[in-house]
DNA sequence: TTGTGTGAACAACTTCACAGCT
DNA sequence: AGCTGTGAAGTTGTTCACACAA
């Protein structure tokens, strides 16, 4: 039986805002280093490139963390959206598929100080296997679902070829699994319930070509794009 | 002077279609390898991950490209998302940055294909200069404004630590590339008219952590979460 | 009959502009 | 006097449902 509370807040924070999150984060954790004590939404906005209306909405869906007339303080508001975002505990992850990208994230140095822990590299060719990467031994493929288990993995990035992601996918879902970043370009098929982020360094390009081209046009229209000939 | 189309057709593709049409393509290229003549919207969609009146309506902006009771033509709807997309032209692009991730998205295959030719590898580190990877010569950044323009290189991928990334921005962008593609964890400032791009795995993972914890708490709101005392 | 193309309804997100707290 | 928090307006994106072409 699951608990509800019928009149509860509408306490679900827009998909754009948690989007933007990790951003002003950043932001605050450079300005708390530099010894910052207090910011105004337009100072943050700035550092976060969006603008301060929209950095004011996203944090009211937090709560009212702010002091009219002075701003927001800078340790507070962090300690706020680490908790948001569930930064305060912290994820063990294995990375699936040690290449060039798989190594690139293991030693990704952002990686482990906030709260993101690699709990397993995991490789399906045997000459990679053994290897000693960011102070981790790469297992075998064959140990997915043990590690998975054994070391509470919760979120899943695969970084194999193509050909074998949707595998990988497959198998880490029956491990239980909901949490997937995908690095490899095919689109993944997973049940309900099952969140997954995808990185895809064509699709960056090819959306960069699309407005390139606009640009050499020197305008959105030119007559000649569209020759009444080529029909078919 | 600029010509200008006064009664022009808003042209202007959303950007969320935009940001689809790769996809549509890559699942395009999969039914023509498979020999597929004709497609209908309810299969691209699923192919693509999309819902098919998405997917129609995506097209549209495009142009009438489809047959009615029938579907579309494979091979005809991939060369007209191309052009589109500006990738029956190739493009020069450029990697700052030669570490895991550049040598990853260096060697990456998707890459050449899609009308996406590396045209330099360039890193600061002089112990990195001189290598051959992917079939090039890692050049200095001393060398970086020579070679966008003798390459004619219109797209930057920035793939340095966060601490270079908006130096190597500023340079790239005084030689005139105006779409860059940033792996750096850090917002970089840049004038009207360039396109940034960013591709971010500390931010996917934050998003994940996000979904997760909501997931663990076994429904969208505990009582517990907003203990009264915890202000300030 | 089938499946596209599209107006119209709906939903999400952004921006404006200002009331109200400090 | 200054800056947050937020209704209201505006914009963009999604889904529905069906006319219409093949």
Sequence with gaps: MIR???QARDRGIPDA???RLPLYLRALNGMAERGTA???SEDLALAAGVNSAKLRKDLSHLGSYGTRGVGYDVQYLIYQISRELGLTQDWAVAIVGVGNLG???????????RGFRIAGLLDADPHVVGDRIAGLVVEHTDELESVIRKRG???VVIATPATAAQQVCDRVIAAGVTSILNFAPVVLAVPDGVDVRKVDLSIELQILAFHEQRKANGGPIMAEEWPDGVVM
């Design 17 to 19: 805002t948690v989007a």
């Design 103 to 113: 190594r690139a994230l293991a030693n990704y140095g952002g990686f482990a100080s």
């Design 4 to 6: 509800r509370i019928p």
């Design 38 to 40: 207090t910011v105004s």
């Design 153 to 155: 993995v919760s979120i």
